[in-house]
């Protein structure tokens, strides 16, 4: 009997053998193309059993400000040409040879939106736009002016004197700087460092003051005994002295051939040098010492300043103020006149009060006052720009360039280790020159030329070394 089982059975010769799939591979096979279909309807028919994320976010066309920068919305979009039109608009406006009309639709929409919008200008987006958001700037933004944090001369100056109430320091128009050491006068000629003695006024006298007339030629002394000498500075030889004051000069101006002299006796008197008589008129009002003296530019206004902390405006003919201002709670010496704008005065107050104030004249209003943190010792107006110096005392002893009228600091210039006293403005309006107790004469290039009231480069950066002035 046969065992149909054995595994030596032979097979009928018509049959061919069959293969059954091991339990692992009965899942039923589905094609490439299957797949892919039913990835395609899957958002047609989603299972309510499962949820599909996407892990990007594809913005909505249908929302999108394409007009805005021409761009076409169907069809192929010529990008090379659409950032040219672009780059044009944003360097030249709309205005081109090859006009866009891009001003007519809203700009307050991005070119694709998500979830917020935004109210940027879209030229505030272009790298030449201005700073005020007017639009596209027609010609290149000008770098700010730098002013040079060190003087480029220094002059030693023995025995210039520590007293804020005089005025020890001038510069002529031709380019000559009168300055008092003790008893004498000297002049430096600014072009080719030349000194000269202009005068000694020996032990019993002191210089108090120096002024020099308009044109430069004849320089004013006053003394500590109340007189008046009036210098040919060429040729190095007195030709007046004046008497009126009983005690120190300690402040001058000149108007044309009027010059005005204050004293320690609180008055001010007028003086014509072509008249044989020592004053024409005195004007009195001060309760104290006065020590600063300023004629305006079209020389109509005196103003005058006192240890009274009173400033004071008077006219050609006056012999009492016409304008007064008792703001200031220390004493004004410190004046200066706009030479931009009529009637706009400036004026600084001492130790108590460290303001600089703003006046005009013409309308008798208080404009506007700044307290500066110190004494303010000296204030001088740029001829060339609407821009302003003033020279400190206790405690910083610094030198500020301001700009007028916000009052913006240009600069802060220190140096001097005494309260900077002294100040004056080279002829060319581009230089001052400041002095202190600590000797010295520091020459800062702090105002721009008036041909070029912008530069790029740093002004006065040169250092010439430490001379003498005798």
Not at 179 to 194: D, H, I, P, R, T
Not at 212 to 233: C, E, M, P, Y
Not at 348 to 372: K, M, V
Not at 410 to 429: E, F, K, Q
Request: glycine share 8%.
């Amino acid at each position: 009997m046969e065992d149909p089982t054995a595994s030596n059975a032979t097979p009928p010769a018509n049959s061919s053998p069959q293969l059954s799939p091991p339990p692992s591979m009965n899942t039923p096979i589905i094609s490439l193309e299957s797949r892919i279909n039913r990835l395609i309807n899957a958002n047609q028919s989603p299972s309510p059993s499962r949820s599909i994320y996407s892990d990007r976010f594809i913005p909505s066309r249908s929302g999108s400000n394409y007009a805005l920068f021409d761009l076409a919305k169907d069809g192929k979009e010529d990008g090379a040409g659409s950032y040219a039109t672009l780059l044009r608009a944003a360097m030249f406006g709309p205005e081109t040879p090859e006009k866009r009309d891009i001003t007519g639709f809203s700009t307050s929409r991005n070119i694709f939106r998500f979830k917020t919008e935004t109210n940027r200008r879209l030229d505030s987006f272009s790298p030449f736009v201005s700073d005020d958001g007017s639009g596209v700037s027609q010609s290149p933004i000008k770098a700010l002016r730098k002013v040079s944090r060190s003087p480029y001369k220094v002059l030693d100056a023995p025995a210039l004197q520590d007293d804020f109430y005089l005025n020890l320091v001038d510069w002529s128009a031709q380019n000559v700087l009168a300055v008092s050491l003790g008893n004498c006068v000297y002049l430096w000629n600014a072009s080719s460092s030349k000194v000269t003695t202009l005068c000694d006024l020996g032990a019993d006298d002191s210089v108090c003051s120096v002024g020099w007339n308009f044109r430069g030629t004849h320089l004013a002394v006053g003394t500590s005994t109340g007189k008046i000498q009036i210098w040919d500075a060429s040729r190095c030889k007195r030709t007046r002295t004046m008497e009126g004051h009983r005690l120190r000069v300690g402040a001058l101006a000149w108007s044309s051939s009027v010059l005005s002299s204050g004293s320690r006796d609180k008055s001010i008197l007028q003086r014509d040098i072509r008249c044989e008589e020592d004053h024409v008129s005195k004007l009195t009002g001060h309760k104290s010492e006065v020590c600063g003296l300023k004629w305006s530019y079209d020389n109509r206004e005196l103003a005058s300043g006192g240890n009274d902390n009173r400033l004071f405006v008077w006219n050609q003919h006056s012999t009492q103020p016409v304008l007064k201002y008792s703001e200031h709670t220390a004493a004004v010496k410190a004046i200066a006149w706009s030479p931009h704008v009529h009637g706009l005065l400036a004026s600084g107050g001492g130790t108590a009060d460290r303001c600089i104030r703003f006046w005009n004249t013409t309308t008798n209003t208080h404009l506007s006052s700044i307290d500066t943190g110190s004494q303010v010792c000296n204030l001088a107006w740029s001829k060339n720009v609407n821009e302003l110096v003033s020279t400190h005392g206790y405690s910083q002893n610094q030198i500020i360039v301001w700009k007028y009228p916000t009052m913006s600091k240009v600069a802060t210039l220190t140096g001097h280790t005494y309260r900077v006293l002294y100040l004056a403005v080279s002829p060319d309006g581009q230089t001052i020159v400041t002095g202190a107790g600590d000797e010295t004469l520091r020459f800062w290039n702090v105002f721009p030329s008036p041909k070029s009231q912008n530069t790029d480069s740093e002004i006065g950066s040169t250092f010439f070394g430490r001379t003498t002035i005798r």
